[in-house]
């Protein structure tokens, strides 16, 4: 099977996994290589003329839908004899949903079947009333009625009226299937399906759903045609609650011209009455638009709460720059002082080397505090004293000034000015 899934996906997806096969059909779990996301790709064997015209009057239809309760048309890939349909990916099918509750032997929860009954009706009631094509399912079970995470349905696999043998080897898988088809399509008094049918197949599954057996309980698919064929209200159950009777007779009448249609199940809040008075389907939707209005709300708040904290960050990120070009800063501003202090240092030592090699500038004879000299030998010495007296004075106002300039600009920006101005007053230094 895994085999057959891989050479059949289409081309730009990843084969996740299987979801069905028939005889003419499979169905996968396939992830876009384009943006990553999940679908769902019926490939249908469409290699004969009549086939492939049906399956593109199919995607046709798809491709005009838009609506939540419609499965999304993503595109169709023509694989040669194969075709891909690729539509939104649902997380069980309503038919799934059934076998699990049977399986634990408990009914599906009155509230949750009536939103999911609803949920295909509005299905329905958009493609029987759409502006442009009007047309109908013409294939609806429980095994076209997908549902979300949260179990909203939407309706898929739709053919409209020409009608399509259902797919399946077996007696049995033809016959759960075909179950769901309205009186008139088998007695031949109508050869296409038709709104009406549809609506005959949401009353099959609400009675599922409602009552917890199945209407037409046959597998053997010439009885089970025949118990369909010659159906009448009074097969339903009188012990049945009578809202949900009374809902199940004007969905399930013999002739298609007397049924509901879906506009008429609307107006008539025919779904909401089934409910029962004790759970009105007003209290949950009201229950349901109030989930609704606090998931948005909580988005926002995260939203707000997300863009606050990403502002905090960004904040954080500027005062953790900061400090370290402070902290740098600050480095460069004691090496900057201790490299003054070893400029005078030196100054001083080379002052004093200077004075010892001239024994005599330690001797004082008269006023102008120079002896052993003459007076143009002291002036020059005083103006060199000076002139050293001039420059510690310039090192201490530079060594501010770097200081500042490190604060202002950074240090990175002034470390190639600090060296160029060191070695200029080293420089200035060792001329004196």
Not at 186 to 213: C, K, M, Q
Not at 283 to 293: G, H, S, V
Not at 388 to 403: P, Y
Request: aromatic share 4%.
């Amino acid at each position: 099977m895994d085999a057959i899934a891989e050479e059949k996906t289409p081309p730009g997806y990843k084969l996740i996994s299987p979801i069905n096969s028939g005889t003419f059909s499979l169905i996968l779990k396939v992830q876009s290589e384009k943006n990553g996301n999940e679908y769902a790709a019926k490939v249908v064997q469409a290699g004969k003329d009549d086939i492939k015209k049906r399956v593109m009057k199919q995607i046709e239809l798809l491709s005009k839908f838009n609506h939540q309760r419609i499965g999304k048309f993503e595109e169709s890939i023509d694989m040669g004899d194969y075709q891909a349909i690729v539509r939104k990916l649902g997380q069980k099918s309503l038919g799934q949903l059934i076998a699990e509750y049977d399986e634990k032997q408990e009914p599906i929860p009155a509230p949750l079947a009536m939103v999911i009954l609803i949920d295909i009706a509005e299905g329905l009631q958009y493609i029987h009333t759409h502006p442009t094509d009007p047309t109908c399912h013409g294939a609806l079970t429980p095994e076209n009625v997908l549902l979300t995470a949260d179990t909203r349905a939407f309706l898929t696999d739709i053919q409209g009226p020409e009608l399509v043998d259902p797919e399946g080897t077996a007696s049995k898988e033809q016959a759960l299937k075909m179950a769901y088809r309205s009186p008139e399509l088998f007695t031949g008094e109508e050869e296409n399906a038709s709104p009406a049918s549809d609506v005959w197949a949401l009353g099959v599954i609400a009675y599922r759903l409602l009552v917890g057996t199945e209407l037409f309980g046959s597998l053997d698919l010439s009885r089970m045609t025949k118990e369909i064929s010659k159906f009448n209200a009074s097969k339903i159950p009188d012990s049945i609650p009578e809202d949900i009777r009374n809902g199940l007779v004007k969905m399930l009448d013999p002739d298609p011209s007397n049924r509901q249609t879906t506009t008429q199940l609307f107006k008539e809040k025919l779904l909401e009455r089934m409910l029962g008075p004790e759970t009105p389907l007003t209290q949950l939707k009201d229950m349901q638009l109030a989930t609704q209005e606090a998931e948005v709300r909580l988005e926002m708040t995260n939203a707000g709460a997300e863009e606050k904290l990403m502002d905090l960050e960004e904040e954080k990120r500027q005062l953790e720059k900061e400090k370290r070009r402070l902290e740098k800063a600050i480095q460069f501003e004691e090496a900057a002082r201790e490299k003054a202090e070893k400029l005078n240092a030196e100054l001083e030592k080379r002052h004093e080397e200077r004075i010892k090699r001239n024994p005599q500038l330690l001797q004082q004879n008269n006023s102008n505090g120079w002896g052993g000299v003459s007076s143009a030998e002291a002036n020059k010495m005083k103006e060199n004293e000076e002139e050293q007296l001039l420059l510690k004075k310039k090192m201490g106002e530079d060594g501010a000034e770097l200081a500042k300039k490190i604060k202002e600009n950074g240090a990175a920006e002034v470390e190639m000015e600090d060296e160029a101005m060191m070695k200029k007053k080293m420089a200035a230094g060792e001329q004196l």
